[in-house]
């Protein structure tokens, strides 16, 4: 297909130009065959066509010896939180401070590829006013979902950005409070956590926070309005009173205990069965510090196990925590690289699979009618898995997120404006 048969699909003379992108391999779907030499032509923000580079003319933008795939997804971040450790103190935290740091914090991940993120808890509707400015253009960032402030019990796990919660009337109430604020998910603590410096002798890791009963109220109460409902989950207790109550995601799922991890197979085959998403949180720490619940053998070696479950398994790096910041989102694909995960699953767990635990079908594939998310890295990540520290150039919505520097890969001749030093396609 030529750039002028594409054109004549235009309904009109104020469509959007058509830009063809071409590169050594494209990655439509960690499923399918690898395109080689191929191009995608995108318009109005969305993929109008993926196919060889002999149907099409030359490229604007030629990407060479790269490898194209759609963009990456975190499904589980923190935007409001200073991960450097350079923000002011939680009690001198302003909304606006807090609303302008999730804001670079967004634009941030658009520069290591990061396309959509799931931020799972933050102080008030902070993220969700974010999320609307980059939806509506007044700002750059990469798309968010938002669950707004976590539900917990009093004194529990994310209680200082949370709506503590102890009976069947304030957990409805928070439930209806999230669907006036407009978020997208509702986030309830199922378990104690690793990271609370509040927490009662009597809140662990380990042991549920709300019973059966409760989870199911906030589960079905949620799903009432339409509302999913994902879970942290770290014990093993926790982890099956929220996929019993119906959860649509499971975070975390170490099946932490004293003294030390240990997988319940029944329990991750029933939740492979029934195909709910885990994000296991892979991120830095993995590489760097280990993680709090098992020595690192043992918690590759877990993770190794959930998916041989059938569990499906999404990115989600827990950016917020210390350290973890957007830049380190490749440490927790090279991770389940080094669980032994095979590569077509990391791909698939940054991709399609995030795609499918967040609820967004119109992202994760390089496929016609979707939407214009892409990119590119140096390598191949279906032969190695650092290849995910290498992303040269990315795309959002049609539009080119790259430095100027990035723009050897772009034809004098690409149609659009610049937006200090970067292609915007129809702005």
Not at 10 to 26: H, K, N
Not at 75 to 96: D, I, Y
Not at 253 to 282: C, Q, W, Y
Not at 359 to 381: C, F, K, N, S, T
Request: aromatic residues 6%; proline residues 7%.
């Amino acid at each position: 297909m030529t750039v002028e048969q594409l054109h004549l699909q235009a309904s009109s003379e104020t469509e959007m130009p058509t830009i063809l992108i071409a590169a050594d391999r494209i990655i439509t779907a960690p499923n399918q065959p690898v395109l080689h030499k191929g191009v995608v032509a995108v318009r109005a923000g969305r993929i109008l066509a993926v196919g060889p580079a002999a149907d099409f003319d030359q490229p604007h933008v030629a990407l060479g010896n790269r490898t194209l795939t759609a963009g990456f997804i975190d499904s589980h971040v923190h935007l409001w939180k200073w991960p450097e450790g350079n923000g002011p103190l939680p009690h001198h935290q302003t909304r606006e401070m807090q609303l302008m740091q999730v804001i670079s914090n967004a634009q941030r991940f658009l520069r290591v590829g990061v396309t959509s993120v799931r931020d799972l808890g933050g102080p008030g509707n902070v993220v969700g006013v974010a999320r609307d400015a980059i939806a509506n253009g007044t700002v750059q960032g990469c798309r968010i979902q938002t669950a707004n402030e976590v539900i917990t019990i009093t004194g529990g796990h994310g209680n200082s950005f949370g709506m503590e919660c102890d009976d069947p009337v304030s957990l409805r109430r928070a439930v209806r409070q999230h669907v006036k604020q407009g978020s997208d998910w509702i986030k309830v603590m199922a378990s104690g956590g690793f990271t609370n410096p509040y927490r009662s002798e009597k809140e662990t890791p380990y042991s549920p926070l709300f019973s059966a009963e409760e989870m199911n109220l906030i589960v079905s109460e949620a799903h009432r309005f339409g509302l999913p409902v994902t879970a942290h989950s770290q014990g093993r207790d926790a982890i099956e009173i929220a996929f019993l109550a119906g959860v649509d995601t499971i975070e975390h799922a170490s099946f932490a205990a004293d003294p030390i991890a240990v997988v319940d197979l029944d329990l991750a085959r029933a939740i492979g069965d029934k195909r709910v998403p885990v994000v296991p949180t892979t991120n830095n720490y993995w590489l760097s510090k280990g993680v709090p619940w098992a020595p690192l053998d043992i918690a590759l070696a877990n993770l190794k196990l959930l998916f041989d479950s059938g569990i499906p398994l999404a990115a989600g790096t827990d950016m917020g925590l210390p350290s973890t910041t957007p830049e380190t989102y490749a440490d927790g694909l090279v991770v389940m690289a080094r669980a032994g995960i095979p590569l077509p699953e990391v791909l698939a767990a940054a991709t399609t699979h995030a795609a499918a635990a967040i609820g967004d079908d119109q992202v994760g594939r390089i496929e016609p009618g979707l939407l214009a998310d892409l990119v590119a890295m140096e390598g191949d990540p279906l032969v190695d898995a650092d290849s995910y520290y290498k992303v040269t150039w990315a795309m959002l919505d049609g539009r080119i997120i790259s430095t100027a520097g990035d723009q050897r890969f772009s034809s004098p001749s690409l149609p659009g404006k610049k937006w200090n030093g970067v292609h915007l396609f129809g702005d």
